[in-house]
């Protein structure tokens, strides 16, 4: 699938057949025991990270018949998995003709953004008294950024940076805020990080400033790790409205 980097677009004369053909390539070369997962979870897993890697870009119209041959099921689970992406804010369903998915605007990156911040320093608060706890999971987390940058994978750089965050979230003990929150990540993923992979500096950037935020970890100042953790969400902020 795609690499997820920004600006990442089915090429002219693409049709969805050969969308849903490669779909159905990386379904057949899972892991063995993927047909034990149940259809629906299939269904769901395979054109979510379609869109996410913009494989199936905004805009595009999604046939339950397509789906159904890419993965290889019936529509009953199709139309289950759709209702879940709908519920996720990835597609809209329009009865009899299918889902459409649903275009990045410039709202909804303010939205997540907004959100995200809410929950990023309203979780930093909450771990802040067992913090000495994740210095260890996210300075190995960091290890893994530093590696995927000089293995120039902005793809496996992206995921630990989330990695990094999510720990952060998790560890404030509310499941429903982790949940949230790993939906808006998605969100996010799907916007795209512009020229990351031909902006190396970004990543060093990047790496700098959690790095920066375990050594707040370590300190004794919550207003100071609050302060670094929005910071840090206003560069992915100007990052992402930089090419919209």
Known sequence: MGSGAAGDQPAHGVTLGDETAEIARVVAEAAPGVEKIPAA??????????????????????????????????????????LRLEESGLVKLYPKKGALVLPVLPQEINDVLEARELIETHAAAKVWPRRKQLIEALTATVDQMRAHRRAGDAKGFLEADRAFHEAIVGAAGNEILAKLYNSLRDRQVRMGVPGIEVQPARMDKSIAAHQEMIEALGGNSVRRFRELVVAHIEVAAADLRGVR
């Open 41 to 82: 979870e299939r269904v769901y897993a395979s054109v979510k990270a379609a869109i996410l890697d913009r494989v199936y870009p905004g805009g595009q119209l999604l046939t339950e018949g397509e789906l159904a041959t890419a993965v290889g099921v019936s529509r009953t689970p199709v139309r289950e998995a759709l």
